[in-house]
């Protein structure tokens, strides 16, 4: 086949293709009331709209990208109900449908009913109270330049009808992210190292999966050879599919931190992994955070620095589990290695391994006392191609350690981090091989560290798709 | 946790398609064994034919099956497999309502599965059991 030529990048918005590094972001969320309320408001944030082009070297001081979800997509768009049909059934029935829970598996606290958007009645049918039809994505290089952005964005939606909703603080707040030392996360672990490449595919062998899942062609819709095939692609819709084309899916998940049950937990624990260790407690701590997680808190993975965090392994992503078959430097159930296994040997319908692009950012402050239950947690953006075979497929993952021969024989276990506690029939122990010991650690009851407080799954259009809503 | 599938597609009725129908019917197990066994979640499928009211002609094929875990990011590799793909493609082919657009990739091998699973929620599975096929597999290996 002829190669296919890479997207222009003038077409794709910003937040696809390069991490933003801006210190302050906000994420708006609204509900359209009418197309012709969806064509001005966009229309109006169009000035500050960002593209992947290049920005040279001095960071835009203010910029935006915008995503809508399925609903949002039906009221902004002119696409017919078949052409709305050519969307993922993941996508249109979205994050809180049975399909989706089955992977996110969001009990108790997390339960989409007590979602503070995006969520559902008691009675099971979306709560129009907390519709999300379009999430604005907004970032300024100072709080200033923030303050007015979002002014300017609130304004515009007021203008135009489109209804804010204000998630936090009982109704009075926004998603605006908190400023932890940069890629650092409310547990203290440094965030975004290892994120996909996003090139453009040298070769385009088939069968697609042999294709690299860290090819922008498994993001982006509309290109070839994606063994995960990111749609809308079908020729019978091509309204739909050129709508979609150079746009990408976007999980976005609020995810409260728990940060008080996760201190709890490794300064309960400590003390029996010191005398595992010989070590002190305060080593025992940190080092069972790495374990949990698969890299110490400095960034370094336990693979290539199992004993202690190292700066020159801080940023490493260029390890391998294949020669870790028995959890000794990195535990199975590590979250990390839950979220990216890497080459770990899978079972063939898990394969290939999914890659995520992750953008999200922490919100709210840090606890100032071990009784604080104040908000704070990750806004998560979790970018992809195909919600159900990418970022659902890891979320089973993390709720059920299944997709490798390596969790054999029980296949019950949990991500160490992330995973909801409540979903059935799990083992929520947390088993830490040990070099040398005759038996593994094993470790009580993991605490649900992680409660879900919203879920949206939104497309990022392309420039071109969003330009052609502005004009109605 | 086991789900369940119950997918019901009324077919046309045009002998071709009743043909069809049949042929689907005999071939199911030997065309989608390898995929299925492959996938290791699937504990149980079968396919039954639906009569008429009359009694003659076949109205429908239902497909049954208990899958463990979550089905739609496993769809992917139902699609990729060709024995499951060509068996979930010839039964959207024949359906009296096909479906629209019609399943030419993933995207719409996954609608056309959601659409006409009769059975939206786990709760509608009785379980004598709660082991997964990978648990059994692992307590009673192959001879």
């Known amino acids: 086949m002829s190669t296919p030529l890479p997207p222009d990048k003038s077409t794709v918005q910003g937040l696809i293709m390069r991490g933003y590094t801006h210190p302050y972001s906000s994420h708006l969320l609204f509900r359209f009331s009418s197309k012709a309320a969806a064509s001005q408001f966009i229309k109006a944030l169009l000035p500050y709209l960002r593209s992947a082009e290049n920005w040279g070297t001095n960071k835009p001081d203010k910029m935006l990208n915008i995503g809508l979800t399925f609903t949002g997509i039906s009221i902004a768009s002119s696409l017919t109900k078949t052409e709305l049909n ?191 260790l010989g070590k002190s407690t305060e080593y025992a701590k940190e080092w069972l955070a790495a374990k949990l997680n698969g890299r110490w808190r400095n960034g370094s993975p336990l ?89 659902e497929l890891i979320y089973s993952w993390i709720n059920t350690n299944n997709f490798s021969p390596l969790f054999s024989p029980n296949f019950d276990t949990q991500d160490a981090l992330l995973a909801n506690r ?11 091989p040990i070099p040398g010991a005759a038996k593994p650690l094993v470790l009580p009851k993991l605490p649900q560290f992680i409660v879900a407080r919203g879920t949206a799954y939104c497309l990022l259009p392309s420039i071109p798709t969003l330009k052609a809503i502005a004009e109605g | 946790m086991a789900n369940p599938l119950t997918l019901y597609v009324p077919i046309k009725q045009d002998p071709l398609t009743q043909a069809a129908a049949q042929a689907a019917y005999e071939s199911f197990v030997d065309s989608v064994k390898a995929g299925l066994d492959a996938s290791n979640i699937l504990h149980y499928a079968r396919v039954a034919l639906v009569p008429n009211p009359s009694g003659e002609g076949i109205l429908g094929i239902l497909l049954i099956t208990t899958f463990d875990g979550e089905m739609n990011p496993y769809l992917k590799f139902f699609w990729q497999n060709e024995g499951t793909r060509k068996a979930f493609a010839g039964i959207a082919a024949i359906a009296l309502n096909p479906p629209s657009p019609p399943v030419t990739d993933l995207t719409g091998f996954e609608n056309f599965i959601n659409e006409n699973n009769l059975n939206k929620r786990s709760k509608d599975l009785y379980k004598g059991y709660t082991q997964s096929v990978l648990q059994i597999k692992a307590a009673f290996p192959p001879k």
């Not at chain 1, 190292?193 to 899942?213: F, G, Q, R, Y």
């Not at chain 1, 409540?422 to 830490?432: E, G, K, N």
């Open chain 1, 86 to 276: 050519a969307f993922p059934n993941t996508f249109t029935t979205g994050p809180a449908s049975q399909g989706s829970q089955g992977s996110l598996q969001d009990y108790g606290e997390g339960d989409p009913e007590k979602w503070l958007f995006g969520g559902l009645l008691t009675n099971g049918n979306p709560d129009p109270a907390k519709r999300v039809d379009a999430i604005v994505h907004s970032y300024a290089m100072h709080q200033n330049s923030l303050n007015e952005l979002t002014d300017f964005i609130a304004k515009a939606a007021t203008a135009a009808g489109v209804v804010e909703l204000l998630p936090l603080d009982g109704g009075k707040g926004r998603l605006e992210q908190y400023q932890l030392p940069v890629d650092t996360i409310h547990f203290g672990y440094r965030d975004g190292i290892s994120e996909p490449d996003l090139n453009w595919p040298e070769t385009w062998p088939a069968p697609p999966v042999n294709t690299d899942p860290a090819d922008l062609n498994n993001f982006l819709i509309g290109y070839p050879n994606s063994a995960f095939q990111p749609g809308p692609s079908n020729p019978a819709t091509p309204n739909a599919s050129a709508f979609a084309k150079d746009g990408c899916y976007n999980a976005f998940r609020v995810l409260y931190q728990d940060v008080n049950a996760f201190d709890k937990y490794l300064s309960d624990n400590a003390p029996v992994v010191a005398q595992t």
């Open chain 1, 303 to 391: 693979i290539l620095s199992p004993d202690a965090p190292d700066p020159a392994t801080a940023d490493a992503t260029n390890f391998s589990y294949t020669e870790d078959t028995k959890g000794l430097k990195c535990p199975f159930s590590a979250h990390t290695r839950v979220g990216n296994p890497r080459d770990e040997a899978l079972f063939p319908a898990e394969s290939p391994v999914p890659r995520l692009i992750r953008r999200g950012v922490p919100y709210g402050a840090p606890p100032v006392s071990d009784n604080d239950k104040g908000e704070r947690g990750l806004i998560g953006l979790f970018l992809c191609g195909a919600l159900a075979s990418q970022f």
């Open chain 1, 422 to 432: 409540a979903t059935p029939d799990m083992d929520t122990t947390f088993t830490i």
